[in-house]
C-alpha cells in the first residue's frame, strides 16, 4: 500500500548534502518526493511509496549523511499524489 509523508529535518543539515542524499537513497528504494531547504535552516521532504522502503527512509533522516547533525524530526502523513520522480528544490 502506498503512503505519502512528510518530514521535516532540524539540524545542521543545509549545506551538508542532506537534499541529494535523500534523493539518491530515495530512488533506490523505489520512492520519489520533494525535499527543499526551509527558511527555518532544516530540510523538507514529502516522499511516497510503499511502507517498508518509507520506514527505511525515515530511519535513515534520523542520522542523515555523514556531515549532518539532525537534531529532531517531525513526521505526518500526507495525501498519496502519484509521484513519479525525486526533485531537489
Given at each position: 500500500m502506498k503512503k505519502n509523508l512528510i518530514i521535516h529535518v532540524q539540524g545542521r543539515v543545509q549545506?551538508?548534502?542532506?537534499?541529494?542524499?535523500?534523493?539518491?537513497?530515495?530512488?533506490?528504494?523505489?520512492?520519489?518526493?520533494v525535499a527543499r531547504n526551509e527558511p527555518d535552516g532544516g530540510v523538507s521532504v514529502e516522499v511516497e511509496g510503499e511502507t517498508g522502503p518509507l520506514e527505511r527512509f525515515v530511519e535513515w533522516c534520523r542520522h542523515g549523511?555523514?556531515?549532518?547533525?539532525?537534531?529532531?524530526?517531525?513526521?505526518?502523513?500526507?495525501?498519496?499524489?502519484?509521484?513519479r520522480d525525486f526533485i531537489i528544490r
Open positions: 549545506g551538508v548534502f542532506f537534499r541529494l542524499a535523500a534523493k539518491e537513497l530515495a530512488l533506490s528504494l523505489g520512492l520519489a518526493g549523511p555523514e556531515q549532518s547533525t539532525v537534531k529532531s524530526l517531525d513526521i505526518r502523513d500526507g495525501e498519496v499524489r502519484g509521484l
